[in-house]
């Protein structure tokens, strides 16, 4: 027996005035939860520099954490939704449609999905870029980057960590790589005349700013934030991976700038020479940093940062692929993971987007992707 409902429109009748969204059931908790809100964020225009909402077709959702594209699915069904007033607290909806006239509201042919994405980091530096003062200062609060930018607050700090630049005041401070290197340094030779029990045991941070009291307190805070772990009895560990990392990017700097390449084993000597003896330079800790190329008996290095590279996948890949023929899937996920986010989907990525055709097998049972010839 076929069951009949009469529809008829609301006087508040408006087309796709309403958008539904799927989520998971842990974002939804992130969503309904008063501690951690989520927000919408527009496309940012690089011709825009005072509003990042300027284009209707793209929008993301940012938590504390993570960042989202906003993905339209249409629908072959639709979905009607109705006037609340006509649904009683203790009503089933299938008695209200069978016994009154119900009024839709509006109509929907789809729903919006949310599809994890990395932030927008390049977003993020044209904006930095856009308003930097003449005294490395950026005009700029956090508050306000993430008002213009696709991130999350936990991303946002990661990486205003990672280009040195901390928040002073309402705006924030753009530190050289001079002053960082010249800070580290006198932490470490502090330590050494104290005879702190480097590199596993430093004292508190507020003991060491007494210590080197003769550099800016900012560039030391930031210092032993950005090089050091936090114990558990309030003192701080060395961190050799951030370390090592930090004097080879400023060594690949030196020969960047001037386009040169190195030998590998001089560059290894140079680096070993820049960094405490209790720690040990190794060429993992170069990833994203550099590449390395074969030319007969001599390995050579050659700067490569991955910051400096494009945004959009397929000319990250075509700049990449350009510095060098053959690439493995282990080279180049540090060069991709940040635009990408998910390590499954690099490889499909080559294959589907960035029209790479041709994988190699070498001895050591690797894989390896070359472009089309």
């Known amino acids: 027996m076929e069951t009949q409902h009469t529809l008829i429109f609301s006087q508040d009748f408006s087309p796709e005035s309403i958008l539904l969204i799927e989520l998971e059931e842990t974002l939804l908790e992130v969503i309904e939860s008063r501690d951690s809100a989520a927000y919408f964020v527009g496309d940012f225009s690089q011709n825009e520099e005072q509003s990042s909402c300027n284009r209707a077709d793209e929008a993301y959702v940012c938590t504390e954490t993570e960042t989202f594209k906003v993905l339209f699915r249409e629908s072959s069904n639709s979905i009607l939704p109705v006037e609340a007033s006509q649904l009683n607290a203790g009503s089933r909806i299938s008695q209200v449609l069978q016994t009154f006239p119900v009024p839709v509201i509006t109509l929907v042919h789809g729903n919006l999905e949310l599809l994890p994405t990395g932030p927008r980091i390049g977003v993020l530096r044209r904006l930095i870029d856009s308003h930097r003062l003449a005294n490395n200062l950026v005009n700029l609060s956090v508050e306000e980057i993430l008002d213009r930018v696709q991130i999350s607050r936990m991303q946002l700090n990661d990486e205003l960590k990672r280009m040195h630049i901390v928040p002073v005041e309402d705006n924030l401070m753009i530190l050289s790589c001079t002053e960082i290197d010249r800070a580290l340094d006198d932490i470490i030779s502090t330590g050494t005349l104290q005879k702190w029990e480097m590199p596993l045991r430093l004292p508190p941070a507020k003991d060491i700013l007494k210590y080197c009291g003769d550099h800016n307190p900012i560039v030391i805070r930031h210092c032993l934030d950005f090089f050091c772990i936090p114990r558990f009895d309030e003192c701080l560990t060395l961190d050799e991976y951030s370390v090592c990392r930090?004097?080879?990017?400023?060594?690949?700097?030196?020969?960047?700038?001037?386009?040169?390449?190195?030998?590998?084993?001089?560059?290894?000597?140079?680096?070993?020479?820049?960094?405490?003896?209790?720690?040990?330079?190794?060429?993992?800790?170069?990833?994203?940093?550099?590449?390395?190329?074969?030319?007969?008996?001599?390995?050579?290095?050659?700067?490569?940062?991955?910051s400096?590279?494009?945004?959009?996948?397929?000319?990250?890949?075509?700049?990449?692929?350009?510095?060098?023929?053959?690439?493995?899937?282990?080279?180049?996920?540090?060069?991709?993971?940040?635009?990408?986010?998910?390590?499954?989907?690099?490889?499909?990525?080559?294959?589907?987007?960035?029209?790479?055709?041709?994988?190699?097998?070498?001895?050591?049972?690797?894989?390896?992707?070359?472009?089309?010839?």
């Open 246 to 306: 930090f004097k080879a990017m400023v060594l690949l700097q030196s020969y960047n700038e001037k386009s040169l390449s190195l030998e590998w084993n001089t560059f290894e000597t140079k680096w070993q020479n820049t960094v405490p003896d209790f720690f040990q330079p190794r060429m993992e800790m170069l990833s994203g940093l550099a590449i390395f190329e074969e030319v007969g008996p001599k390995m050579l290095i050659h700067a490569l940062f991955e």
């Open 308 to 373: 400096h590279l494009p945004e959009d996948i397929d000319g990250r890949v075509r700049v990449l692929f350009q510095k060098k023929s053959n690439w493995t899937l282990e080279e180049l996920e540090p060069y991709l993971l940040p635009v990408v986010s998910d390590i499954m989907k690099i490889e499909h990525i080559l294959r589907k987007h960035c029209r790479i055709l041709k994988t190699i097998h070498s001895l050591g049972g690797g894989m390896k992707f070359s472009v089309r010839q």
